[in-house]
C-alpha cells in the first residue's frame, strides 16, 4: 500500500500542527516581558500550565488514537496474509478524516455535551478576548494573536496560564519602570474600538446558533469555523498604544480609533448577560434530558445531574479533553484572583521603594564619607530641618491614599467570593467577565494611588 500524494499532504498537514504549537511556544517565551522575577505568581501559574498541558493533551492523544482505530476498524481487511503498514494507514487516516470537525461534532451534539463546551466557547469568546486585548495594551504584552492561536491548537487553559506569567512580568516591569505609561490606563473609561466590539459580539452571536446548526444541513462547520475567526480580528487589527495616544499622532487618526467606541464596563456588561442567558438556557436543556424521577426513589434532580454531567464528560476522550479544558480554565481564574489580583499593601510598596532608594547614591557616600566637613554639616542642619518644616504634607497625602488601597482591598474580596463560589455552579464564562472587570478597576485604582505618591 503506497501512499499517494492526497496522503502525502495530509502527513504534511499533520505534522505541522505539532510544529506550530512548537514555534507557538517559542515565540511566546521568547516575547515575554523582560522583568524582575515574581518568583511566587510565576512558578504558580506556571505548574497550573504544565498540569492542565497534561492533563487535556493526555485525553487529546486518546483521541487521535480512538479516531484512528475508529477508522482501521471500518476497512475491510485487504488479505488475510498480508499486514498493512502502519504509515500508509495514518496518510489513508488522515485524508479521509476531519479531525477538526469529527472532535468538535462529539462535544457540540447533545444537551449535557454542549453544556460543557458551551463555557469555553463562552469564556474565549467574551471575557478571555477582551482581556487579552485590554492587558496587552496596557502592559504593551507583544504578540497576543499567538495566544489565542495557541489556545485553539493546544488549549485554553494552556494558554490562559502562559498569558497570566506574561501579565505578571509585564507588572513587575511596570513597577520597575520611574514612569507609569500611558494616560489611557485610567480603567473604567477605558474605551475598546469597534474592530473589538463587533468581533466579539459576532462570535457570540455563533454561539447562540451553535445548537441550531448541523452536520448534514452543512451548517456546523462553517459556523465553527467563523467562531474561530473572529476570536483573531480584535488581537490582529487592535493599534498599539503608542498610536491611539501619541502626542505626535494627528486629530484625524485619534478620532479614527475613537469615533466608534464603548466602555469596558458596558461591553463586560453585555457579555455577561448574554453568558448568563446562555448558561440558564443550556441547564434548563441538560435537566430536561433527564430521564423522569421513579416515585420510590431518594435521588434527587441535582444528584442525577452530576452523575450524568461527569458520565458525558468521560464518555468520549474528544469531551474530555474540553471538559477537563474547561475546569482547568476555571481554576486558572480563581487562582487570577488569589494570585494575579491581590492588592499590593502600602507598607509593602513603600518597602520595595526605601530598598531600591540606597541602591543609586546612597551606599557609595557612606564608603568614601569621612569625618564631616563644615559643608556637609551645613547640609546636614538642612536636611533635618526639612521634615519640621513639611511635616504637615504627609497627613495630607496619606488620607486619600489609605481609602484608595481600602477600597481596593474590599473590591477584591468581593471579586475572591464572587469567582470561588459563583464559578462552579453557573459558568466561567458568566463569571470571567466580571472577574476581569473588577481586575482593571483594581489597576486603575493601584495607578491612582500610585500618581498620588509621586507629588
Known amino acids: 500500500m503506497d501512499i499517494d500524494v492526497a496522503g502525502t499532504l495530509a502527513l504534511a498537514v499533520f505534522g505541522s500542527y505539532f510544529l506550530a504549537i512548537l514555534l507557538l511556544f517559542t515565540l511566546i517565551l521568547r516575547s515575554l516581558p523582560h522583568a524582575p522575577l515574581n518568583t511566587r505568581a510565576v512558578w504558580t501559574f506556571s505548574l497550573l500550565t504544565l498540569a492542565s498541558l497534561t492533563h487535556t493533551w493526555f485525553y487529546m492523544i486518546k483521541f487521535l488514537l480512538w479516531s484512528f482505530h475508529t477508522y482501521t476498524s471500518s476497512l475491510l481487511p485487504t488479505s488475510p496474509s498480508s499486514t498493512p503498514l502502519l504509515l500508509p494507514q495514518i ?86 519602570a520611574k514612569e507609569k505609561g500611558l494616560n489611557e490606563k485610567k480603567t473604567g473609561k477605558e474605551r475598546v474600538p469597534l474592530t473589538v466590539t463587533l468581533p466579539i459580539l459576532l462570535s457570540l452571536l455563533t454561539i447562540i446558533i451553535s445548537p441550531y446548526t448541523s452536520t448534514s444541513n452543512g451548517t456546523f462547520l462553517p459556523n465553527l469555523l467563523l467562531m474561530h475567526f473572529l476570536l483573531f480580528v480584535p488581537l490582529l487589527s487592535s493599534p498599539s498604544p503608542s498610536l491611539a495616544s501619541s502626542t505626535h499622532s494627528t486629530a484625524s487618526t485619534q478620532n479614527k480609533y475613537t469615533k466608534y467606541t464603548i466602555t469596558t464596563h458596558t461591553l463586560t456588561t453585555t457579555t455577561t448577560l448574554t453568558a448568563l442567558t446562555l448558561r440558564i438556557l443550556a441547564y434548563k436543556a441538560a435537566f430536561a434530558s433527564l430521564p423522569p424521577l421513579p416515585s420510590t426513589t431518594s435521588t434527587s434532580n441535582i444528584h442525577m445531574f452530576s452523575a450524568e454531567a461527569w458520565r458525558v464528560l468521560h464518555d468520549h476522550p474528544a469531551q474530555a479533553s474540553i471538559g477537563w479544558d474547561v475546569v482547568w480554565t476555571g481554576v486558572g481564574v480563581g487562582v487570577w484572583v488569589l494570585v494575579g ?75 475572591l467570593r464572587l469567582a470561588l463560589l459563583l464559578t462552579p455552579f453557573l459558568s466561567v464564562g458568566v463569571t470571567a467577565p466580571v472577574v476581569f472587570e473588577r481586575g482593571r478597576v483594581l489597576d486603575g485604582l493601584a495607578e491612582v494611588d500610585g500618581e498620588g505618591e509621586v507629588g
Open 91 to 176: 496518510a489513508s487516516w488522515l485524508t479521509h478524516t476531519a479531525l477538526f470537525s469529527q472532535a468538535w461534532a462529539a462535544v457540540s451534539f447533545g444537551s449535557f455535551n454542549w453544556w460543557w463546551s458551551e463555557q469555553l466557547c463562552l469564556y474565549t469568546a467574551g471575557a478571555w478576548t477582551l482581556f487579552l486585548y485590554t492587558q496587552a495594551r496596557r502592559y504593551k504584552i507583544r504578540r497576543v494573536w499567538a495566544y489565542m492561536l495557541l489556545g485553539q491548537l493546544v488549549a485554553v487553559s494552556v494558554a490562559s496560564g502562559v498569558f497570566y506569567v506574561a501579565v505578571v512580568l509585564a507588572r513587575a516591569r511596570e513597577v520597575g
Open 341 to 415: 489580583m491581590r492588592p499590593v499593601s502600602r507598607k509593602e510598596s513603600e518597602g520595595s521603594t526605601t530598598r531600591k532608594a540606597p541602591t543609586s547614591e546612597g551606599p557609595t557616600m557612606h564608603k568614601k564619607s569621612k569625618p564631616p566637613t563644615s559643608r556637609k554639616m551645613a547640609i546636614g542642619k538642612t536636611l533635618t530641618k526639612t521634615p519640621t518644616s513639611t511635616s504637615p504634607l504627609p497627613s495630607t497625602k496619606t488620607s486619600p491614599s489609605t481609602s484608595t488601597e481600602e477600597e481596593a482591598r474590599t473590591l477584591y474580596r468581593k471579586t
